[in-house]
């Protein structure tokens, strides 16, 4: 008689086992920067101006996701890029942290890293609060074409979820060339009075045209004369000396 009790005794204490675990172990998650996915190297071939990134944010999922080996112990993470050809401007970028868990924070921006060093508290339970590290204010350039990730790739602080290993984006970046627009016509350089010459517009360095503004410009008087997505436009009233120039605007 006392066999299916003991039975489901067991289960219960197994039932309990997998739950409490669930409820202690987490994965820290990672609010990743915007700002760097369209970089612009419109400052010439050699580099770009400087972006502003938003904050990254790395927060506990569970209490003991930010391993804290003692009191008053320093610990360090150090974020950079995967690839690519990007730039921190170096000395600026600032962190905050919140929770019990730090007495304090300090950080190092170079051009290729993110250093942020991390002081255990004195007093309290660091383990037994969610505690979160924001990194603000960081700005990045590119030097070449190409894209990258933000990644953690040292430093000595055990993070569930956000270790060296795990390979978590924090910040997607992308560089591109500025787009060349061209304009072309289907009769040469001269034309008769009166005659039908049409122009096309075109723009390089893989960018998708969305509009396409052709402009009569005759001595600095700028007219616009058709603004669409077509990148055609014709026309058999031309005078001599009248210019024609084309904006292309693309989907960026």
């Keep these: 008689m006392s066999q299916p009790s003991l039975n489901k005794f067991v289960l219960l204490v197994g039932l309990c086992l997998v739950l409490c675990s669930n409820k202690l172990y987490g994965q820290a998650t990672v609010t990743p920067a915007t700002g760097g996915e369209s970089i612009c190297l419109n400052a010439g071939p050699s580099a770009s101006n400087y972006f502003n990134l938003s904050d990254i944010v790395i927060t506990e999922t569970a209490a003991n996701d930010f391993d804290f080996p003692g009191i008053l112990q320093t610990q360090n ?142 001595n600095g008087a700028r007219t616009s004369l058709q603004s669409s997505a077509s990148s055609t436009y014709s026309t058999s009233s031309l005078s001599n000396g009248d210019e024609i120039s084309v904006v292309i605007t693309d989907t960026d």
């Excluded at 600026?92 to 170079?110: D, L, M, P, Y």
């Excluded at 290993?165 to 060349?180: C, K, Q, R």
């Design 77 to 218: 993470i150090v974020l950079s890029f995967n690839g690519g050809s990007f730039e921190f401007q170096p000395g600026v970028g600032t962190v905050s942290v919140g929770g019990t868990g730090f007495s304090s924070s300090s950080i190092t921006v170079t051009a290729t890293s993110v250093d942020v060093s991390l002081t255990s508290a004195i007093l309290g339970s660091p383990n037994t609060v969610i505690n979160t590290i924001t990194i603000s204010g960081l700005m990045v350039r590119a030097t070449a074409t190409g894209s990258a990730e933000i990644r953690r790739t040292g430093g000595t602080m055990p993070i569930n979820g956000d270790d060296i290993a795990d390979g978590v984006n924090h910040g997607t970046l992308n560089a591109y060339e500025p787009p060349i627009a061209s304009l072309t016509d289907d009769k040469g350089s001269t034309i008769c009075a009166n005659e039908l010459i049409t122009f096309t517009g075109s723009i390089t360095n893989g960018k998708t045209a969305a509009n396409y503004e052709f402009i009569l410009d005759p």
